[in-house]
């Protein structure tokens, strides 16, 4: 897997991804990736791997097809990362179809468009946490470490 490609815009941050240590997140956790960039979601299956200890056991890039995934595999993940824009549909309808989860499950938005407006909005369909790709990288990781059972 080549790792040519530099796009401008709102992939430039998720190359940040490669700059945080691998074991600064000791959880394992199964995450379920929405995200239509293929190189943002190449990027973030190995940051995922590599330095949030998860395993990514799915993909999506349309609205449609994350729905259907999640609807089928309801036990399936942990944690679900959501960008709001895709190939069709958004995000938020993501976001909207996870409302019935069971508590352990978390749903976290990771997207550029991180305005107060949709920060709120997510919120108010049932996103957990918001992210911005571009500037909340290591906010991430804490959220992730953060997730990580307690011993003892």
Not at 125 to 151: N, T, W
Request: charged residues 30%; aromatic residues 6%.
């Amino acid at each position: 897997m080549a790792h040519r490609a530099r796009r401008r815009g709102c992939e430039d941050g998720v190359h940040a991804l490669r700059k945080i240590r691998p074991g600064d997140v000791t959880m394992t956790f199964k995450a379920y990736l929405v995200e239509d960039s293929p190189v943002i979601r190449e990027n973030l299956v190995g940051f995922l791997e590599d330095v949030a200890d998860a395993e990514v056991v799915a993909s999506a890039s349309t609205e449609e097809e994350a729905v259907t995934w999640l609807r089928q595999h309801r036990d399936d993940w942990d944690m679900t990362i959501v960008d709001l824009f895709l190939q069709r549909g958004n995000g938020l309808g993501v976001i909207n179809a996870c409302r019935n989860r069971a508590p352990h499950q978390k749903v976290v938005v990771l997207s550029n468009y991180a305005t107060a407006d949709m920060r709120d909005r997510s919120t108010r369909l049932g996103a957990d946490a918001f992210f911005d790709k571009s500037a909340e990288l290591d906010q991430l990781v804490a959220y992730c470490a953060a997730l990580r059972p307690s011993h003892g």
